[in-house]
């Protein structure tokens, strides 16, 4: 059973959305040429300490930094290691959550560092309108199957595959609830969205075959065949008319 956010749930996980919107606005000055992946987890370590919030992904299931960072064929859970050095070209994929009062938001964003190829701008601008377009889209009484294939078939669309063994989710008092929100799926099969429920959209896709392998460090998902990557999300509360997007 999944349950819609109260008033009061909602207005904490909007003070949390806050915290990461500033995270965002804050980094878009830094994504340069030889700025350290460590720099930007240091800054999403210390705004939510600022804010008097805490980072979600710090420790959760051992994860070891407050931001993920992931730099062209890596997916997502890349580890901000203080040697992984923006690279004129490359995207990076940045994934930020806080909570705040015992209430989580989580957004991601990715970035071209300086001047990137068509390609690159193709990916980064589908993946984006692929967030966009299905949060407007969403509407209460749809079934996470109808979310799924409207952002599978708006990718295929465009010529790239979307990354299946991730999904987007629930969130609240957890960074993941219920229900999962995949990428794809079958128009009118899964779990109902309702009213006040909040979950992230988050496509990951990538300009290869979709298929990912998790790196020897057990946290970093790269593409199988080394296809660049590009990922997106917001922590939204659905609504009746416009849905609210609580990480802006
Ligand atoms: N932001 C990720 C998500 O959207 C969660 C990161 S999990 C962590 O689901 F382990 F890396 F922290
Ligand atoms: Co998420």
Redesign the pocket.
């Known amino acids: 059973m999944i349950l819609p956010k109260t008033e009061d749930d909602i207005r904490k996980m909007k003070k949390a959305g806050k915290i990461v919107a500033e995270f965002f606005e804050k980094i878009e000055t830094l994504i340069k040429p030889g700025v350290s992946a460590k720099k930007i987890d240091e800054l999403g370590f210390e705004i939510a300490k600022k804010r008097g919030g805490v980072p979600?992904?710090y420790k959760?299931?051992g994860?070891p930094a407050s931001v993920?960072v992931s730099v062209d064929q890596e997916v997502?859970?890349g580890i901000p290691y203080h040697d992984k050095i923006l690279e004129e070209g490359s995207i990076v994929s940045v994934?930020?959550?806080v909570s705040y009062d015992g209430f989580h938001a989580?957004a991601?964003k990715t970035y071209i560092v300086g001047n990137g190829d068509s390609l690159k701008k193709k990916l980064v601008e589908i993946c984006e309108r692929a967030l966009y377009d299905s949060i407007k889209f969403l509407k209460p009484g749809m079934k996470t199957g109808d979310l799924g294939y409207f952002i599978y078939t708006f990718v295929r669309k465009n010529g790239f595959s979307v990354i299946r063994d991730f999904c987007?989710?629930g969130i609240g008092k957890q960074?993941?609830e219920d229900p999962p929100i995949p990428n794809y799926g079958e128009q009118g099969k899964g779990i109902t969205l309702m009213q006040n429920m909040t979950i992230?959209i988050?496509p990951m896709i990538c300009a290869g075959s979709g298929d990912v392998i998790i790196q020897k460090d057990n946290?970093t998902v790269i593409t199988a065949d080394g296809s660049l990557s590009a990922h997106f999300?917001h922590t939204i509360r659905i609504r009746d008319g416009e849905n609210e997007i609580l990480t802006i």
């Open positions: 979600s992904f959760y299931k994860y993920c997502i859970h994934d930020y959550g989580d991601a987007g989710h960074i993941h992230c988050e946290w999300e």
